[in-house]
């Protein structure tokens, strides 16, 4: 680490992939962009690594790019039952801050808002990362009280948030409706300049194409259906494309972390819930930040081909299905509309669901196990895109070490026996 800066791992493309630029851009249009190298290989499981990562989000693809290009393990794979970034990451809303209560909540995410600012960069891929702030809104008295003393312990942790009242926040976003009178009026809001929104694909393609480029097999279509045990040791996982012979095994399957925990006998502190999010037809710019209410469950914004894209609170049952029920969306529609009436002629063009998996103090899980060489690196609940630079950092660095490091360290599972909890749920509400 050089001064508060994380380590990067290297710059651009070492494995000798051609990088991505302007010239490139020019040079391929001369042979009609017939001539791209794919952006990974289609790798065939090998009968051994040094590491296995199940799970092709962005989380576990950041944890396989950090282990090759910080710790030098290029023997590894990650397995992924589906197609990459099919889980939460290509389900969610994007939205990407820092701004947490709790000291070690703080720590992680401003790890990784540090190592979103220089992402495009690191990884030689556009991941559109836009910092044009998140903005949360309060509705009551008592919700403006409590947003001082937030933005108080957010300051006192170095990260950047400022006070907005209502007229100000009028002249920020001249769309949003102020008038007093109505059901969740709008007496004041707290602001992260730093925050905003990325491409979510192209985290999760980004880190793909680096880490393949650095000699990490990327296999899709292969379901991970077992974890060989001897004693207390990982020796291998089964998988639908046949056994993998391993001694450290990274799990990073968001909702499924309890169906994979099972494999090995594990039970994980954990809720899997629906959470639903949607977009309307594509419109002209209105919106050039991200709105967050917590007392509403509702958070909205522009996405860069136009569509509002809007977002609610979890449903309140547990399921592995990736869809919801329609009263959650209909609740935060019927907010929505009342803080933005331009929206209400609106038509919705898609709806979808994704699969969250929540701590009873909605804090992540990032430790190892009582198995040697399995570890865990889930619980991010509905508001882990923004961590997927930072999880993936220093989830790497647990595997390769076998010991967590001081980002990581209060995210073990032993906290739910010492009762160390990081309770960020009253600071986290709707918890984006
Ligand atoms: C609707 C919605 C909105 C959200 N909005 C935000 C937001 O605005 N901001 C924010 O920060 N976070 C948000 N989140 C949360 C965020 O999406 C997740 O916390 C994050 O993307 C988790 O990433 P991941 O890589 O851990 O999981 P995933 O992307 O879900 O990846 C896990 C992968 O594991 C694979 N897998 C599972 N079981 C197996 C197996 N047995 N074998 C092989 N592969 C397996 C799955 O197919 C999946 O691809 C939202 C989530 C949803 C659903």
Redesign the pocket.
Known sequence: MAGNQPDRGNRGLPGGKPRYSAFALARQSMSYHQDWQRAWRDAEPKAEYDAVI?????????TAYYLAAVHGMTNIAV???????????????????SNYLWDESAAIYEHSMKLWEGMSQDLNFNVMFSQRGVLTIAHSEHEVREMSRRVHAIRLNGIDSDILGPDEIKAFVPCINIDQSIRYPVMGGFLQKRGG?AR?DAV?WGYARAADDLGVDIIQK????GLRRQGRKIVGVE?TRGYIKTGKVGC?????SS??AE?AGIRLPLASR????LVSEPIKPILDTVIMSNAVHM?ISQSDKGEMVL?AGVDKYNSYAQRGSFPVPEHMLAAAVELFPVLSRLRMLRH??????TCPDASPIISKTDIDGLYF??G?????????PG?GHVFADLIANDRPNKIAAPYSLDRFQTGLLIDEHGAAGV??
């Open positions: 199940i799970g092709g989000g962005g989380h576990g693809l950041a397995i992924e039952k589906g197609w990459l970034g099919g889980g939460n990451t290509g389900r969610n809303t994007t939205i990407i801050r929104t979510h999760a292969c379901e991970v259906t998988t990073v399957v968001a909702g499924h169906v994979v494999m629906p959470l639903q999010a958070y977002g979808w669901g994704g699969i969250v998996d690196d889930c991010w609940g509905t508001g882990g895109f923004k961590a997927t999880s918890a984006h």
